[in-house]
C-alpha cells in the first residue's frame, strides 16, 4: 500500500506519454484538409483524454462539423503512421521515477486508457513500461469509455479490489470524470493551469513528479 491505497491507476496519454501533441498535429491536418480549424486550446480544453468516436461527436454538436467517419479515420491512421516513422512519442516527465517509486514499494499498477488496446500495448512495449502494469483496461475492452465510470469499475473487478482502493491519475477532465463517477480517489496531473484548475480531482499536480514527492511523505507518515 501507499497511504490508503492499494493500487495506482494510470491514464496512458498526457498522463505516461507525452502523446496529446502527437495525436493534435494528426487531427489538426486531418481537419485542415476538410477546411476545419482545430487550434491547440481547443484540442486540449475540449477534446483530450476522448476517444476518436467522441470527438467526432463532440466537433458535430459543438461546432457543425460533419465528415464521413470511416474516410475521416482512414485519414488521421495515415497521417499517424507517417509521424511514427520520423517522430518518438516520449514519456510524460516524472514517469519513470514514479513508476520506479511505486514498484519498489510493491505497489499493484495498472492502465485504464481511451485508446485502443493495440495502440496502447505499441507504446507501454516501446518504452519498456509494459511489464510494471498487472492490468491494461483500454477502449477495446469496455462498452462505455471514459467519461463512463465503466473502465475503472472493470479494473478495479479485476485486480479485486475496491475502487476506494484504488488512486487514479489522469490529466484530462474526461479522465477525472471517469474516477470519481466509479468512487476512485483521482489525482488531476496537468502542467496547464486553466485545465489543471477543471479537473474534477481530489487533488492536482503539476507533473508525476510532484506526485512521487507528495506519496513519498504520506508513505512516510
Known sequence: MIGNWKAVLFDLDGTLIDSEWFYYKAWRKALGHYGFVLNSDMWLNELAGKTDKQTLEHLRDQHGFEVNREEFADLV???????????????????????????????????????????????????????????????????????????????????????????????????????????????????????????PADRTFDNLHEVREFLERIGAN
Do not use: W
Open 77 to 199: 491512421r495515415t497521417l499517424i503512421a507517417s509521424q511514427h516513422e520520423v517522430e518518438t512519442v516520449s514519456l510524460m516527465p516524472g514517469t519513470t521515477d514514479l513508476i520506479n517509486f511505486l514498484y519498489q514499494r510493491g505497489v499493484v499498477m495498472a492502465v485504464i486508457t481511451s485508446s485502443k488496446r493495440e495502440v496502447a500495448t505499441y507504446h507501454l512495449e516501446r518504452n519498456g513500461l509494459r511489464h510494471f502494469f498487472k492490468k491494461l483496461v483500454s477502449r477495446t475492452d469496455v462498452q462505455h469509455p471514459k467519461p463512463d465510470p465503466e473502465p475503472y469499475l472493470l479494473c478495479a473487478e479485476q485486480l479485486a479490489l475496491a475502487p476506494e482502493d484504488c488512486l487514479a491519475l489522469e490529466d484530462s477532465v474526461t479522465g477525472a470524470t471517469a474516477a470519481k463517477a466509479a468512487g476512485v480517489t483521482c489525482f488531476g496531473v496537468q502542467t496547464h493551469p486553466t485545465i489543471r484548475q477543471a479537473l
